[in-house]
């Protein structure tokens, strides 16, 4: 080794060799900086490229479906050229004047591909863990033992053999008549015999819609169904409904139009069969099908609905009871009134949020996947919405079809294609009307905090809160005010629903029954 004065002669002394640990440090420093710049340059290509393709590609598929649309016809009636650009729009739920069934999955399936939104599931699931652990906890505290209790479950489903047993009627009704009414308007046009089977359809139909508005009503009233039972029977009676109407206004419209003295060929009944079974409310004669069926996939959509309602009796019991069960027997203040409804605010958006989940994703999929029904489109991304006019469009897609279709568009039909402003009110006074019969129908009182936020206040949002706001602040906005919508559901049906228990009419009268008893009941 060269001694140190030999180096030190040479200039090669301590200040040398701090120079070339220097420059070796700046070599690896711009070579770092270099990296991070051609990372960032990579990054810009990569989403260059991805928005190129996605745009080849939806241009693509806009082709493809402009070109099926018009092979396809539906029955009886041509469709219009529909323009690619149209095909971009979604706030509208169909094409031009139809609604197009495509192969697709549900966003939340597509949602829950990506970790960060399976944390946020996950999330929920710890809650589930967090409220199980706490009754638990709190039944060991107070009676020294570990037990679930589910006395909300078993009272909530109670009597739920009646309510199958009384399904079956309104589904044999549902299937046998407007079938057999439609067949019987497709006999050949020519003599007496065509306007007989025409009154005898008439009678059939009105038949049916009779059972099925008096017979649930009847069970439910005089063997005292609890809410969860009810609410069975009451979500079937009003899909039938809209299925038969569905199912009549798609398939007359064809049977008038044939010629006299020509029979029009109905629809196949296995075509009316599956449609009572699949998950629209929009009938076509055929649906597009996926190549077979995911029994697991099924099986996790059946133990996800059934967590869901577990999830919100252990919600209900531990953040709605124990606030409303006495508050009947306090005096009334404006105080206390305002912090209920901020209390029951975030119950009721867990509960929105449950029933979203529950229904609209899980029960849906999972029948769709039995059936293999191939659109799952059955709600869009509401939780992005800025406006109330397009969560009302994307909160449940299934019942917005059929609004849109034969309440919406039929309205402006018969108005001369000019009101829009009163169609769309037409569409908000139906929707608003069955909302409120529902929530009447399921816990037994009428109360019309549903009729009065969703006509009333919703009507005023829709127009108020247009699509043109797009801003971060508005979906704020929208969010702020669906948690006050949900805590005053809850807390004004909580306190109906404990005020009528606590203070029974002594004889009942028609004003007792329609006159909140909360407003009254301090005892």
Same mark, same amino acid.
């Given at each position: 080794?060269?001694? *140190? =004065? ?123 863990? +967090?409220? +199980? ?7 060991? +505290? ?50 007496? =015999? ?11 139909? @009105? ?9 649930? +009503? ?9 809410? @969860? ?42 075509? &009316? ?23 697991? &996939? ?26 409303? @069960? $006495? ?8 105080? =206390? ?27 849906? $999929? ?53 009101? *829009? ?15 409120? &019969? ?86």
């Amino acid at each position: 080794m060269e001694p *140190r =004065a030999a180096r030190l002669r040479k200039g090669e002394g301590p200040r040398g060799e701090q120079e070339d640990q220097c420059s070796g440090g700046n070599t690896e420093k711009d070579r770092g900086l270099d990296l991070v710049q051609w990372t960032r340059h990579m990054e810009a290509v990569k989403t260059q490229l991805l928005e190129q393709a996605q745009g080849q590609l939806r241009e693509l598929l806009d082709r493809a479906m402009q070109e099926a649309v018009q092979a396809y016809p539906p029955q009886g009636r041509p469709l219009p050229s529909i323009p690619p650009d149209s095909l971009n729009k979604a706030r509208e739920p169909s094409l031009g004047k139809q609604k197009i069934f495509i192969i697709r999955k549900s966003l939340l399936d597509e949602l829950m591909e990506v970790q960060h939104f399976r944390t946020i599931y996950h999330m929920f699931i710890a809650g589930l863990c +967090i409220f +199980i652990i706490s009754t638990l906890a709190i039944d060991f +505290i107070d009676e020294g033992r570990l037990m679930l209790e589910f006395d909300l479950l078993i009272f909530s489903f109670g009597q739920l053999p009646l309510a199958l047993m009384t399904w079956v009627p309104m589904f044999l009704s549902t299937l046998l008549v407007p079938y057999q009414a439609l067949r019987l308007w497709a006999r050949p046009r020519a003599g007496g =015999a065509w306007l007989l089977g025409v009154g005898l359809g008439g009678l059939l139909l @009105a038949a049916h819609t009779a059972v099925l508005w008096v017979l649930p +009503i009847h069970v439910a009233l005089k063997y005292q169904l609890p809410p @969860a039972s009810r609410c069975i029977l009451v979500f079937e009676q009003v899909r039938f409904l809209m299925k038969s109407y569905s199912f009549l206004r798609e398939a007359v419209p064809g049977t008038l139009c044939a010629r006299r003295g020509e029979a029009m060929r109905a629809p196949s009944f296995s075509s &009316y069969l599956y449609f009572l079974f699949c998950p629209t409310l929009i009938y076509r004669e055929t649906y597009p099908r996926t190549p077979y069926v995911r029994w697991n &996939y099924v099986a996790k959509n059946f133990a996800q609905a059934l967590g869901c309602i577990l999830y919100a009796c252990f919600i209900l019991g531990r953040l709605c009871v124990p606030v409303f @069960a $006495n508050m009947s027997r306090e005096p009334f203040s404006t105080r =206390a009134l305002v912090l209920s409804i901020m209390h029951a605010t975030l119950p009721g958006i867990f509960m929105l949020l449950l029933i979203f989940f529950a229904f609209l994703h899980c029960w849906l $999929n999972a029948f769709a996947e039995m059936l293999r029904f191939g659109d799952r489109m059955f709600y869009r991304d509401w939780w992005n919405s800025t406006s109330f006019s397009n969560y009302y469009r994307t909160w449940n897609v299934v019942v917005h079809d059929w609004l849109y279709s034969y309440v919406y568009q039929d309205g402006l039909w018969l108005l001369g294609g000019r009101a *829009r402003g009163a169609a769309m009110l037409g569409v908000f006074l139906v929707s608003a009307v069955v909302h409120e &019969y529902i929530f009447c129908f399921v816990l037994g009182f009428f109360y019309p905090v549903m009729l009065m936020l969703f006509l009333v206040i919703g009507g005023l949002l829709n127009f108020m809160m247009h699509d043109q706001h797009t801003g971060p602040a508005w979906n704020v906005l929208m969010w702020t005010l669906l948690f006050l919508g949900q805590g005053i559901q809850v807390s004004l049906y909580c306190q109906e629903w404990y005020a009528r228990r606590h203070c029974p009419l002594p004889q009942t009268t028609f004003w007792g029954l329609v006159t909140p008893r909360s407003w009254s009941c301090h005892t």
